[in-house]
T-cell receptor
Framework: DQQVKQNSPSLSVQEGRISILNCDYT??????FLWYKKYPAEGPTFLIS?????DKNEDGRFTVFLNKSAKHLSLHIVPSQPGDSAVYFC??????????????FGKGTLLTVNP | DTGVSQDPRHKITKRGQNVTFRCDPI?????LYWYRQTLGQGPEFLTY????????KSRLLSDRFSAERPKGSFSTLEIQRTEQGDSAMYLC?????????????FGPGTRLLVL
């Protein structure tokens, strides 16, 4: 059962335009969401996160939007740059009452930014 | 470089052999996670340590898998009697308690190929 879904395996955009990556989740207990970027042969790199008490978080060119009622979040990258080309993973965690905030990941979306 | 390190980066082994991977977390981080990533999938949680205590193991972690974190510093993940289905990228992540959820920072991973 895929609790975090990234339904677009790939996305291609032109340099300078906006990239929008989408993520849906099914587990209503998730209350913290993160985006990671992964280059080939490297581990995931943290990009940005959002708590369920917010609906938007911004960090430079990256903005994450959360729609709790729809169980949907999106990552906006503006403007997109060729160096942004990578696989982007959406991840979620929940507060289970202990200290383990294990992440549940989607399958990832390959973003290609064309010069 | 004070990031998470993993050794080896690549391991090729024959079915039935034992392998051991090492993870060195960011020095002040007391939380340590192991994940496994197979082709076309996002990382999947395997196990979690808080300091030296192993507090949770996923159902993915069969009896052939064992993880340790002596003295709450580095961690090892051993796979006994490897099977071809164990071929994957094994990722280690660490985070700091006291920073709320604590962002998980990933190492570069160990890619295992079982022939």
């Amino acid at each position: 059962d895929q609790q975090v879904k990234q339904n677009s395996p790939s996305l291609s955009v032109q340099e300078g335009r906006i990239s929008i990556l989408n993520c849906d989740y099914t587990n209503s207990m998730f209350d913290y969401f993160l985006w990671y970027k992964k280059y080939p042969a490297e581990g995931p790199t943290f990009l940005i996160s959002i708590s369920s008490i917010k609906d938007k978080n911004e960090d430079g060119r990256f903005t994450v939007f959360l729609n709790k009622s729809a169980k949907h979040l999106s990552l906006h990258i503006v403007p997109s740059q060729p160096g942004d080309s990578a696989v982007y993973f959406c991840a979620a965690s929940r507060d289970s009452g202990g200290s383990n905030y294990k992440l549940t990941f989607g399958k990832g979306t390959l973003l290609t930014v064309n010069p | 470089d004070t990031g998470v390190s993993q050794d080896p980066r690549h391991k090729i082994t024959k079915r039935g052999q034992n392998v051991t991977f090492r993870c060195d977390p960011i020095s002040e981080h007391n939380r340590l996670y192991w994940y496994r990533q197979t082709l076309g999938q996002g990382p999947e949680f395997l196990t979690y340590f808080q300091n030296e205590a192993q507090l949770e193991k996923s159902r993915l972690l069969s009896d052939r898998f064992s993880a340790e974190r002596p003295k709450g510093s580095f961690s090892t993940l051993e796979i006994q009697r490897t099977e071809q289905g164990d071929s994957a990228m094994y990722l280690c992540a660490s985070s700091l308690e006291g920073q709320g959820r604590g962002t998980q920072y990933f190492g570069p991973g160990t890619r295992l190929l079982v022939l």
